[in-house]
């Protein structure tokens, strides 16, 4: 599907627009798709352990926290989403790897970079509502990002 936020908050006032928090960090700028969410705390085994899954075209969007104390995502996890068709990842923390993830065909925006990498304890919440960058997320509610920002709405825009 070919979309510009701009013209997706012009058609539907209705829809979220998110703060200009986040950067782009991947391969691909323009993504979209269902939303599955995840709250954890410099921890990124669930993030591994969802993205281990397919993707079927869903983005994932991760509450860090807002921690920038260490990545959440690098290239490992993110060649792991692209191959198992996940649109993006969006996390309200960081990543890593950045000169490799602009090689991903993989949307990804997050707060900053780090090269410190997270701890493994496997804790976190699924399926919950986020609330980040002004937005409220829910799992199966609908991302749309470009250069211009991020949109969320609670059923697909045409």
């Known amino acids: 599907m070919s979309f510009k936020t701009t013209d997706l908050s012009d058609a539907h006032p209705e829809a979220q ?7 782009h960090f991947g391969g691909v700028s323009s993504f979209s798709g269902p939303i599955e969410t995840l709250r954890v705390f410099e921890d990124n085994a669930l993030v ?3 993205l281990e899954e397919p993707g079927n075209g869903r983005v994932l969007v ?3 926290g807002g921690s920038l104390r260490c990545a959440l995502l690098g290239d490992h996890l993110a060649a792991l989403a692209a191959g198992n068709g996940w649109a993006g ?3 309200h923390g ?5 000169a490799q993830l602009r090689q991903i065909a993989l949307g990804i925006m997050a707060l900053a ?3 410190r990498r997270s701890v493994k304890r496997g804790e976190g919440e699924r399926g919950v509502a986020l609330h980040i ?4 997320l829910r799992p199966g509610y609908y991302l749309y990002a470009d250069e211009d920002g991020i949109v969320v709405a609670e059923q697909p825009l045409a």
Not at 17 to 23: A, K, T
Not at 133 to 136: F, Q, S, V, W, Y
């Open 94 to 98: 960081c990543v890593r790897d950045t």
């Open 113 to 115: 970079s780090s090269p």
């Open 133 to 136: 960058a002004g937005l409220t």
């Open 89 to 91: 990842v969006v996390l």
């Open 48 to 50: 591994r352990a969802i």
């Open 17 to 23: 627009v998110g703060e200009p928090l986040l950067r």
């Open 62 to 64: 991760v509450d860090g």
